[in-house]
Each structure stands twice: as C-alpha cells, then as structure tokens.
C-alpha cells in the first residue's frame, strides 16, 4: 500500500510564509485527489485544500487568497505541495496530507505548523 510523507512543517511568526510537501514511497500511482487537512488541538480534523486530478481546486474558506495547493505528478512519485503565505496564529495545527486512490483513502503522518511570534 502507498505511504504518504510530509515535510516542511515549523515555528514561524505570524505573517510569514511555509511551504508544506507530501510525497508517496512508491511510484507509479495515480491518486484521484491530493490534498491537505489540519487538526488545531481540542477542534476536529478540517479540510484546507484539495486538488482533484482533472486540475480542480477546492481551499477552506479561511486560507482563501493566502494557501495555494500543486502537484507534481510528473515526477516518478507523486506530490503534492501546500505553499502558505501571510500565517496566522489561527492556522496553528497538525497538518495531515490525504490522497484518494480508487475507493481507498490515504493519511500522512502529521507535521506540526505553529505560528506565533
């Protein structure tokens, strides 16, 4: 079964920038959708965005116009990458990569954001 890795969590002051990536172990797959969820303590797992393989983007509300969502499917793994700008304390959370392929779903193991100054 293909695994999920992320990568590019961290400390950053409000206002600044992060670029998350997730990556699978093994080649050769074609996930229907990548995307990215977060879970901030004592609040449920949500989605931040999503990006489905005929080039549809889906984002939370609240990262609109500041996170953007890619995927690099022409590399011999696939990934996905989650660029997020103007951080704010509010987008502290564990950030989980999800991927679909065919009626399984697929989570990463976490990597932690905090945003404080």
């Known amino acids: 079964q293909a695994q999920l890795v992320e990568s590019g969590g961290g400390l950053v002051q409000p206002g600044g920038s992060l670029r998350l990536s997730c990556g699978t172990t093994r080649s050769g797959f074609a996930f229907k959708s990548m995307g990215w969820y977060r879970q901030a303590p004592g609040k449920e797992r949500e989605l931040v965005a999503r990006?489905?393989?005929?080039?549809?983007?889906?984002?939370a509300d609240s990262v609109k116009g500041r996170f953007t969502i890619s995927r690099d499917n022409a590399k011999v793994r696939d990934s996905v990458y989650l660029q997020m700008d103007m951080l704010k304390p509010e987008d502290t959370a564990v950030y989980y990569c999800?991927?679909?392929?065919?009626?399984?779903?697929?989570w990463g193991q976490g990597t932690q954001v905090t945003v404080s100054s």
């Open positions: 990006l489905v393989v005929n080039g549809d983007r889906t984002y």
């Open positions: 999800n991927a679909v392929l065919g009626a399984t779903v697929i």
